[in-house]
C-alpha cells in the first residue's frame, strides 16, 4: 500500500514563498501528482511528476526525488487566493491515494 | 470537452434513511469512475472505483454501495444511513488507463450531513 506525509498547516505571507514537503512509500512509484484544495471545494490538478527534477508552471513548482521518496510544491509570489490545501497523492493502477493535505493560509 | 456532473450539492438526512448520489460524465467514453468521501478536516478516502459498466471495486467496507448502469454514470446509494456517513462526496473521472500521468478530475462534490 502507501504511505503519504505532508505537514498539516503552513502560514506565510503575501508574496513570500512557501514549500510543501512531501514524503511517500510505495510498492512501486508511477509518479506524483498535486491537487490544490480550496474550502468547501473539489480538488484541482496542478501538476505530475514521474522522474527526478524540478518542474515549473509559472508560480507553482514540483520537485521529485525518486530514491529519497520525497517531493515538494513550490508556490512563489503568494498571493491571497493561494490559501488552500494542497494534496500529493500517487497512483497504484487505477487507484490514487491522497495524503492528508497541508492547509496554507497566506496573511497580508 | 468534459465535464463532470455531480448531485445535489448539498443533503441533509435523517439516520437510518436510505441516499442516491449520482455523478454523469460528458464528452469522454469509457472513462474510469470514483467516488471519494472525505471527512471534516480530512483527507479523501477512496470509496469505489469502476473500469467499465457493472464493474465495481470497493476499498473500504462500509454500509455503501456503488452501481455503473450506464458507461458514464456512477451511483453511491446506502440503505441505511449512519452519522458517521457524514461529510464530502466526491466523484472524479479519468481516461480510460492506469493513472500514471493521467489525472482524476473532480465534480463539485456533495456535501452530506446525517442527522
Known amino acids: 500500500g502507501q504511505n503519504i506525509d505532508q505537514p498539516t498547516e503552513m502560514t506565510a505571507t503575501e508574496g513570500a514563498i512557501v514549500q510543501i514537503n512531501c514524503t511517500y512509500q510505495?510498492?512501486?512509484?508511477?509518479?506524483l501528482f498535486w491537487y490544490q484544495q480550496h474550502a468547501g471545494e473539489a480538488p484541482t490538478f496542478l501538476s505530475y511528476?514521474?522522474?527526478?527534477g524540478l518542474e515549473e508552471k509559472g508560480r507553482f513548482s514540483s520537485f521529485l526525488s525518486r530514491s529519497k521518496g520525497y517531493s515538494y510544491l513550490l508556490l512563489k509570489e503568494l498571493q491571497m487566493k493561494d490559501s488552500a490545501s494542497y494534496l500529493c497523492a500517487v497512483p497504484n493502477d487505477y487507484k490514487l491515494s491522497f495524503g492528508a493535505g497541508t492547509t496554507v493560509t497566506v496573511r497580508a | 470537452s468534459q465535464t463532470i456532473h455531480q448531485w445535489p450539492a448539498t443533503l441533509v438526512q435523517p439516520v437510518g434513511s436510505p441516499l442516491s448520489l449520482e455523478c454523469t460524465v460528458e464528452?469522454?467514453?469509457?472513462?474510469?469512475l470514483y467516488w471519494y468521501r472525505q471527512a471534516a478536516g480530512r483527507g479523501l478516502q477512496l470509496l469505489f472505483y469502476s473500469i467499465g459498466i457493472g464493474q465495481i471495486s470497493s476499498e473500504v467496507p462500509q454500509n455503501l454501495s456503488a452501481s455503473r448502469p450506464q458507461d458514464r454514470q456512477f451511483i453511491l446509494s446506502s440503505k441505511k444511513l449512519l452519522l458517521s456517513d457524514s461529510g464530502f462526496y466526491l466523484c472524479?473521472?479519468?481516461?480510460?488507463?492506469?493513472?500514471?500521468?493521467?489525472?482524476?478530475?473532480f465534480g463539485n462534490g456533495t456535501r452530506l450531513t446525517v442527522t
Open positions: 464528452g469522454t467514453s469509457n472513462p474510469n
Open positions: 511528476n514521474v522522474l527526478d
Open positions: 510505495t510498492s512501486g512509484f508511477n509518479g
Open positions: 472524479a473521472w479519468s481516461y480510460k488507463q492506469v493513472l500514471y500521468n493521467s489525472p482524476l478530475h
